[in-house]
């Protein structure tokens, strides 16, 4: 299963500069686009304007830098259109549907048609249930499914075999229940999944922390557990599924990638420049109101990141037989 070790030195380094010297090359020559593989709003927009404005504050370029919708297929409309770039000023941000998607025979698209260019932040996604649904703990819902699994309906975005879903997979595999017995009902976006938990009709909601916070500081949702490492600073109330004794740690990371077959000199230029803008206090701040943890690695760290990450989800995938 899964290795942290890496993923929680990385967090750990979080705020330590990382930034090289001494890139004489001019780069970037013209306007900077990144690509955020989905309409404006939701986690792939935010960390792409973040991206776009931690540059701008970071003043490493006179150059325009523009963020570009491209949304459409779980991010397939997007890295396709990145796909058949050359120029490495075009890059896009990406996240674990660029591998789950491939190992689901959902795409063609695989992480290494790309030229990775670093690890950007993690976030940490949450079990809750409507604040009237009657649940004390995360292993009251666990104890219902492990005796009825279809009894309980699972609000998830925004595909099977995204992080959310897959998430809720390894957690019910850890209690000994049969994941491909459960009610999964996919929305597209997480801001359409909470909605129908909000009204109602549908009892469990996984979801990003960020895409739940106004609606549990009203007192709409109760998040059971979060799937982080170690209890969140914003919600020093709600357990860890560790602490609930599930042994699962889920991070839902974002990454940046370029076009294929860029040299090593445009990548080492996007990485200075990339390593710089992490620290600004645009980015940080970002983070802070997102509820994201940094998480950034350079080029070759993301490589042997990726990889291993792949094979994490062909473990899961293989075990609930999700694969064609």
């Not at 959902?106 to 670093?118: A, I, K, S």
């Not at 649904?133 to 309980?152: K, Q, T």
């Not at 595999?173 to 999944?193: H, K, Q, R």
């Amino acid at each position: 299963m899964r290795k942290f070790a890496f993923i929680l030195a990385v967090l750990a380094m979080a705020g330590c500069s990382t930034s090289s010297e001494g890139n004489e090359d001019a780069f970037p020559e013209r306007p900077i686009e990144i690509v955020a593989p989905a309409s404006p709003g939701g986690g792939w927009d935010m960390q792409a304007r973040s991206v776009q404005q931690s540059i701008i504050q970071d003043d490493q370029t006179d150059e325009n830098v523009t963020v570009v919708n491209q949304p459409g297929g779980g991010g397939e409309v997007g890295w396709q259109y990145l796909l058949q770039q050359d120029d490495p000023h075009i890059v896009s941000v990406n996240s674990s549907l660029l591998l789950t998607g491939n190992l689901l025979g959902q795409t063609d698209l695989h992480y290494e048609d790309f030229t990775q260019l670093g690890m950007l932040s993690t976030e940490w996604l949450g079990i809750a249930t409507h604040a009237d649904a009657g649940f004390d703990d995360i292993n009251e819902v666990l104890d219902e499914l492990r005796e009825d699994p279809e009894s309980l309906s699972i609000s998830v975005s925004p595909s099977l075999g995204s992080g959310n879903h897959l998430s809720f997979v390894q957690t019910a595999l850890e209690a000994g229940i049969d994941p491909e017995a459960l009610n999964f009902l996919v929305y597209d976006s997480g801001g359409d999944a909470i909605n129908p938990v909000l009204g109602g009709h549908v009892d469990i909601l996984v979801n990003s922390i960020s895409d739940m916070v106004e609606q549990y500081e009203a007192g709409e949702v109760d998040i059971l557990a979060v799937s982080a490492p170690e209890r969140l600073e914003e919600f020093e109330d709600v357990p860890t599924l560790q602490e609930e004794g599930i042994d699962v740690v889920f991070p839902h990371w974002r990454g940046i990638m370029g076009p294929p077959d860029m040299t090593e000199d445009e990548v080492e230029a996007w990485e200075e420049m990339l390593s710089s803008a992490v620290e600004t206090d645009q980015f940080q701040t970002d983070l802070e109101n997102n509820d994201l943890d940094q998480l950034y690695m350079d080029s070759e760290e993301t490589e042997e990141f990726l990889e291993e990450e792949e094979a994490f989800f062909e473990e899961i995938i293989e075990e609930v037989e999700l694969a064609p």
